[in-house]
């Protein structure tokens, strides 16, 4: 799978419903931008015009547009440096480990604070 993500100038998820796509995450963990409706976690994952593009929900002619942006992007490593960044930061075991960790913590003390 990195190969193929690796090799690739971009991903497109034209989902029309989806909550935080894997694939968004592998692909960009890669380096390769994404571009994808503004439905569910997609805009979460997806910073638009930084690591991808955001396209209105169900606009196919903004769909080929996102397309388009990122192929004839003149900074295609800025668009790949930025997908990284957005998994390094985002979506490592360590920083969800650690999401979860501040969460049951918050949670606990709610329950000594009672």
Request: hydrophobic share 40%; aromatic share 10%.
């Given at each position: 799978m990195?190969?193929?993500?690796s090799c690739?100038d971009l991903?497109v998820?034209p989902?029309?419903?989806d909550?935080?796509p894997?694939?968004?995450m592998?692909s960009m963990?890669?380096?390769?931008?994404?571009?994808?409706?503004a439905?569910?976690?997609v805009?979460?994952?997806?910073?638009?015009?930084i690591?991808?593009?955001v396209?209105?929900?169900?606009?196919?002619?903004?769909?080929?547009?996102?397309?388009?942006w990122?192929?004839n992007n003149p900074?295609p490593?800025?668009l790949?440096?930025?997908?990284?960044?957005?998994?390094?930061?985002?979506?490592?075991?360590e920083?969800?480990a650690?999401?979860?960790?501040?969460?049951y913590g918050k949670l606990?003390?709610k329950?000594?604070?009672?």
């Amino acid at each position: 799978m990195v190969a193929a993500y690796s090799c690739a100038d971009l991903f497109v998820i034209p989902s029309l419903e989806d909550n935080l796509p894997n694939t968004i995450m592998e692909s960009m963990a890669c380096g390769t931008p994404c571009v994808g409706f503004a439905t569910g976690g997609v805009p979460e994952m997806i910073d638009h015009d930084i690591n991808g593009y955001v396209a209105n929900y169900m606009d196919a002619d903004d769909l080929a547009n996102g397309i388009q942006w990122i192929l004839n992007n003149p900074n295609p490593q800025a668009l790949s440096d930025a997908c990284v960044k957005k998994v390094q930061e985002n979506y490592t075991e360590e920083v969800v480990a650690k999401q979860y960790i501040a969460f049951y913590g918050k949670l606990l003390q709610k329950n000594f604070d009672s």
